[in-house]
């Protein structure tokens, strides 16, 4: 069964630590990205990776790192720097050479404390 | 900037009548376009898309019209059912670079179909 999973579900985490959400996928696809979704607002672009070891800078990247190792690993880090890390975090990845369908994880809702 | 918008923040529908969610974008450089469907604490799921070379896609009880000179795109749902309940997005995608495959999201449209 091919997909992309996320983990964990919800994450609490105490103000001023550094958290890590895993995105995993088995769909063979060269793209990954990572989203954000706040209430009333759509999804914004943190980070995203068309190849292994390489990704670029989305929308809303202050505060976020990631890195991509593996093709099917994309992890992102939300450090104590980013201002306002409640939100509930998504995983997408698609295939590079095709153009605009992403697929999305189930997502991590992350609450600080 | 917000270049792709859905002005709409909810829309209610009686079943078995038509849904209409509009999207409008600012950036005459986008070429495909797409709308997700997205159920609470679930990630967005694709329902359908179409390219800046048609003006309609049609997917079952789904079609896409998309009119380049306004900017301006729609989802017709028909017939509505309540299973359509859920919070839609359009995206926009533009061609080239390392822009290629990244997608800009409105902010979304909650759908509510009454039985």
């Known amino acids: 069964d091919g997909g992309i999973t996320q983990s964990p579900k919800y994450l609490f985490r105490k103000e001023g630590q550094n958290v890590t959400l895993s995105c995993e996928q088995n769909?063979?696809?060269?793209?990954m990205y990572w989203y954000r979704q706040d209430p009333g607002q759509g999804l914004r672009l943190i980070y995203y990776?068309?190849?292994?070891?390489?990704?670029q800078k989305g929308d809303i990247a202050e505060g976020y790192s990631v890195s991509r190792e593996k093709k099917e690993s994309f992890p992102l880090t939300v450090t104590s720097a980013q201002k306002n890390p409640t939100a509930f975090y998504l995983c997408?990845?698609?295939?590079?050479?095709?153009?605009?369908?992403?697929?999305f994880g189930p997502g991590t809702r992350l609450t600080v404390l | 900037d917000q270049q792709v918008k859905q002005n709409s923040p909810s829309l209610s529908v009686q079943e078995g009548r038509i849904s209409i969610l509009n999207c409008d974008y600012t950036?005459?450089?986008?070429?495909?376009f797409l709308w997700y469907k997205k159920y609470p604490a679930e990630g967005p799921t694709f329902l359908i898309s179409i390219s800046s070379i048609k003006d309609k896609n049609e997917d079952g009880r789904f079609t896409v019209f998309l009119n380049k000179s306004a900017k301006h795109l729609s989802l017709h749902i028909v017939p509505s059912q309540p299973g359509d309940s859920a919070v839609y997005f359009c995206a926009a995608s533009r061609p080239g670079g390392t822009s290629y495959g990244k997608l800009t999201f409105g902010q979304g449209t909650i759908l509510t179909v009454h039985p």
């Open positions: 769909l063979n696809h060269d793209a």
């Open positions: 990776s068309q190849i292994v070891n390489d990704f």
């Open positions: 950036n005459s450089m986008f070429d495909y």
């Open positions: 997408a990845s698609s295939y590079r050479d095709r153009v605009g369908t992403q697929y």
